[in-house]
């Protein structure tokens, strides 16, 4: 801008006065008027600024002091249920098996039949459990592999298996009721031949299992077996603390309910769904008691037999036919024997993280998914064997050839 425009500026500014001029007081009137017929009516023909008026959202938007943090209203937590679930849910049948051989006794099993050419998983709990322990895993195995059929049986002592001597709990006894109890339940089915067989043993079921593979009484039906969270060497170790365990156990319970919240709250058991399934086969009432639930198997009277359970396990493991399969719940129960054998691959490994000593009712899927795959790897039916030599140079019938 030149000099001569700026100086023409300010010439004119010098005229303007130095205030904007005022309305004149006619109009200022009109406008009070204006303003106190609004605020009789409550309603102005034009609309409230947004900078002024506190009830628009504009407002609240743009001021921080009137931002309200949500606060989500607390839902009602959910109260676990510990009611007992029925057995039908995952087995088809409750087999009572005669014994024919001893009048008094009666053998107590649970069974989902497979389906023709179909597999058969023979489950054998625990000392202390029941064939109810295997209930969840049952399921998991059939959504896997809907062909399969499931048996587990309520060892002697134990469950509603009843026998003439319920306090024989030796090796050799449990191993002779076990392959009773396939060969009637197999009578009672029609099965002939029997099924393809992978045995499946947790805890001192797993001793039972390898005993009876290692008899090679079941001949070539048995496929494989597969042992749950035992080791000889941690087996044995651990007999020690066994009456300190007991001890701190309750007597009894005032419910079935009450006894499911123990499993659960205890740790015993770290999966609610299956501890309503098992946990009522453990315990058989008394009318008599303040607290009428008691266990069902008195655990110290067992002490006799604890180590003639698994001394030799891991030897008769490795030794027996069949395909072998070793789920435990951490490598630190892992015996020298079993790290020697498991080094030169005789046998599988799988450790399940975070899950207790019942690893199949902690992980029930996981544990069916280790099952099946062991099965298919050792199915004979999918086995394709090459020609044998011999026949591979073998004429064919009516065809002579000539050596050159």
Known sequence: MSDLQKEFLRAKLRHLPLEPPMPP???LSELAILSEHNEDEGNSSIPPS??????????????????RPFFRPAQPRKKPTFEPIPWQTHFSLSLYLASPTSPSTTYHAYLTPPLPKGPLFIMHHGAGSAGLSFALLATSIRKLLPSAGVLSLDTRGHGETVTSDDSDLSLSTL??????????????????????????????????VVDVAHSGKLGNAILGYAVLDVVEGSAIDALQSMHTYLSTRPTG??????????????????????ARISVPALLSEDVNSSRPWKWRTDLAATQPFWEGWFVGLSKKFLEARGGKLLILAGTDRLDKELMIGQMQGKYQLLVLPEVGHFVHEDA?????????????????????????????????????????
């Open 364 to 404: 029930p899927e996981k544990t069916a998914g280790a099952l099946v795959e062991f099965y298919r790897r050792n199915d004979r039916s999918t086995l394709v064997l090459p020609p044998k030599v011999g026949d591979m140079y073998k004429p064919a019938a009516g065809k002579h050839y000539t050596s050159i």
């Open 253 to 274: 319970f005032s419910s079935l309910s009450q006894g499911i919240e123990w499993h659960s709250r205890s740790r015993t058991l770290r999966n609610p769904t299956s």
């Open 50 to 67: 947004p900078l002024t008026d506190d009830s628009s959202s504009a407002s609240s938007a743009s001021s921080t002091g009137t931002i």
């Open 175 to 208: 191993s002779s009721d076990l392959i009773e109890v396939i060969q009637l339940t197999a009578q009672n089915c029609g099965w002939s031949p029997l099924p393809d067989i992978v045995l499946v043993g947790h805890s001192l079921g797993g001793a039972v």
């Open 25 to 27: 007081t006619h109009q």
